[in-house]
């Protein structure tokens, strides 16, 4: 296996941003030193597991596939049948390849996308929530993609993301308001609906805003530094992983003798 190294433009990738787990962000990296000079490999999940993770006991079968979703989900990887044998392939690989042919047959069109394979060869295969044939007409993240023929599907219920920003607009008047809702603000949505099931329900995110709607901090009442404007928190610097971690936290909350002040 040829020596890789990584590009400092990782460290601002929205994809990698948008993995909802660290551990999943752990296994992209690990993938990225594994995968063949073509970016494939095998994606049965115990294969997974034994090439990412020989001696990482936490790490099985079952929470690699949870991570290949994951990873799926972000746009990192493509996941693939051929032959009714599972394979994945990096997106955007640049790698030069120096062997001749992959082991790995090639993928096909992205449409093809198959989703999670099964964790075992003997049971029937059970897909994770959201994969699927990555056809479907919703977000962009296969929360409305079709379970294959025999699988069913977990009961997820999709993210309602209109109104979700409908509730931080009412909410939240005077911040700065969505124009755009590109498919990077849907990812970062999509990973903190899917990371609880509490954050399923619109009454969830009705007082998820209301605590963001108490912080003068967030909602630019408190008072800024000499020469600087006051933070006004948007949605999408809300529902960011680390920011979002932080609201919940309640380290923007208001303390007794005024607003918190927290580095950002």
């Known amino acids: 296996m040829p020596t890789r190294y990584l590009k400092p433009g990782i460290r601002d990738s929205e994809r990698i941003e948008a ?3 660290p551990d999943a962000e752990i296994l ?9 000079d073509f970016g494939r490999m095998d994606a049965r999940p115990a294969m997974i597991k034994a090439a990412c993770f020989p001696i990482r006991l936490r790490a099985t079968a079952d929470s690699c596939a949870r991570w290949l979703h994951m990873l799926r ?4 990887i ?5 032959e009714k044998k599972h394979y994945l392939h990096i997106s955007k690989w640049e790698n030069k390849a120096r062997s001749q042919h992959s082991k790995c047959p090639e993928p096909p069109p992205v449409t093809a996308d198959v989703g999670v394979p099964p964790t075992t060869v003997c049971n029937p295969p ?20 079709p379970a294959p023929a025999g699988v069913v599907k977990p009961a997820v219920s999709p993210c309602p993301h209109e109104q979700i920003i409908e509730l931080y607009h009412r909410i939240l008047p005077t911040a700065p308001r969505v124009v755009s809702w590109t498919p990077t603000r849907k990812g970062y949505l999509q990973a903190r609906w899917r990371e609880d099931k509490r954050r399923q329900l619109l009454s969830w995110w009705e007082q998820f805003f209301k605590d963001v709607a108490d912080s003068d901090f967030l909602c ?4 800024p530094k000499p020469g600087e404007r006051p ?18 936290e309640k380290k923007y ?3 007794r003798d005024g607003p918190r002040k927290v580095a950002l």
Not at 73 to 76: D, I, P, Q, Y
Not at 220 to 223: F, P, T
Not at 231 to 248: C, H, M, P, R, S
Request: net charge negative.
């Open 28 to 36: 992209y990296y690990r993938l990225l030193v594994s995968v063949d």
């Open 231 to 248: 933070f006004l928190a948007d949605l999408e610097w809300i529902i960011t992983q680390g920011n979002f971690v932080k609201v919940l």
């Open 126 to 145: 059970t897909l994770l929530p959201g994969t699927g044939t990555g056809t479907g007409t919703g977000t962009g993240t296969g929360e409305n993609s």
């Open 73 to 76: 989900e972000a746009g990192l």
């Open 19 to 21: 993995v909802p787990d």
């Open 78 to 82: 493509v996941l693939y049948e051929v």
């Open 253 to 255: 909350a208001n303390s």
């Open 220 to 223: 630019g009442r408190a008072r």
